[in-house]
Each structure stands twice: as structure tokens, then as C-alpha cells.
């Protein structure tokens, strides 16, 4: 009887040892998963800013369309200027712009065209992957596009593009995706990660920067 007693002790010594270490481990567990998904994620919401910047510099604007933007990176190409000469301080005094410099063959531009692609992001990109959310089974980023008016009347190309942490958090422990949910809405703040903004023009700004 006795030595029945001390094997249940045993194991419930055991048991709550176990417990208290895996109450420890749990959460340090989930910061590791977490902020390795993070950082994949981060790295494809950044090219996705690559490309929209590339693809405002071309159409004076931004999309809202994987389509458009995965496109615009197979298929289209950018500008190469390149300047020859230059203008010196004693030109400068003189009252010679750049644009008469041109006139006047001091300076040359020559312009050719490179692919997006290569430009960008190599030859062997893919770039319908910048669509797809890492650690998902091609689940799409939210992207959308639109103009806001300054105060000043100008009109300002926005986009944003995001994923919430329910998104490529799934499959770690739900508590503590509802608790870093929970503490970002606190604070007003979106719940996963997103760069631009349809509500301000914050220069392109990821919400993890």
C-alpha cells in the first residue's frame, strides 16, 4: 500500500513538473514560430512594396490588382537614364540650366529600358508569389488602391496591402494568437502586418518599421 502511494506520488510530482515546465516553454515556443513567420511574411510584403513603387514610377500610380502588378513584373520594363557630363559652378553662375546644358550638347541623357523582373528581383523570380501569404495553402494578401486629397487639394496615390494574424498564424496556439490580437487592438492598431495605408499617405511605411 505504501509503495502504491509513493508511485501515484511520484507521478503527480512528475506530471505537475511537466506542466510547469510546459507552461514555461509553450509561449517561448510560440515567440519562435511567430517571428519566423513574421519575418517571411515582411520580406513578400516587401516586394510587394518594390513592385508597386516600380509600377508608380511608370503609370503615376499604384494597383490594387495582383494581376496587374504580377504582370507589370513579367512583362514590362523600366527606364535606365543615363547622364554624360556634367554642369560646373561656373555654369551654374552663368545662368545655365540642366535643360539648356542638354540643348546645347554640354550634357548628354541616353535612355534605354531593363526588365522589371531583372531590375527588381533577378531573372528567376516568380513573380505570381508575391500574391500568396507565407505558411498558407495560397491564401492572398488584402491589397487595394486609391488616391487621398491633402489638405493642400493634392491628390496622393495610396495602397495597402496586409494579412491579419489569424491568417499566418494559423495552426500555432489560438489563446495567444487571440492575446497578441487583443493587446494590438488595444493600442488601435491593426492585428497582423500591412504596409501603406488607404487612410494616410505614410510613404509606403510597413506597420513593422
Not at 50 to 59: E, H, L, N
Not at 126 to 134: G, K, L, M, N, T
Amino acid at each position: 500500500m505504501k509503495t502504491a502511494i509513493q508511485i501515484i506520488l511520484t507521478i503527480a510530482i512528475l506530471t505537475l513538473g511537466y506542466l510547469c515546465w510546459e507552461s514555461i516553454q509553450k509561449p517561448v515556443r510560440f515567440k519562435a514560430a511567430r517571428l519566423m513567420r513574421q519575418e517571411k511574411v515582411i520580406e513578400r510584403l516587401q516586394q510587394i512594396r518594390k513592385a508597386q513603387r516600380a509600377y508608380k514610377s511608370v503609370y503615376g500610380k499604384f494597383t490594387g490588382s495582383f494581376d496587374t502588378l504580377i504582370s507589370f513584373i513579367d512583362k514590362d520594363s523600366l527606364p535606365l537614364i543615363r547622364m554624360e557630363g556634367r554642369l560646373t559652378d561656373s555654369m551654374i553662375e552663368e545662368g545655365i540650366t540642366e535643360l539648356k546644358a542638354l540643348k546645347l550638347g554640354i550634357i548628354k541623357r541616353d535612355t534605354s529600358y531593363v526588365a522589371v523582373k531583372d531590375s527588381l528581383f533577378g531573372r528567376n523570380f516568380i513573380a505570381d508569389s508575391i500574391r500568396y501569404v507565407p505558411f498558407t495553402d495560397q491564401v492572398e494578401f488584402e491589397m487595394a488602391a486609391t488616391t487621398l486629397k491633402t489638405a493642400s487639394g493634392v491628390e496622393v496615390p495610396v495602397f495597402e496591402a496586409k494579412v491579419h494574424n489569424n491568417v499566418f498564424l494559423q495552426g500555432l496556439d489560438r489563446q495567444l494568437i487571440v492575446n497578441i490580437n487583443e493587446e494590438a487592438e488595444a493600442y488601435e492598431k491593426y492585428p497582423g502586418l500591412k504596409v501603406g495605408s488607404l487612410t494616410e499617405a505614410n510613404n509606403s511605411a510597413g506597420n513593422w518599421e
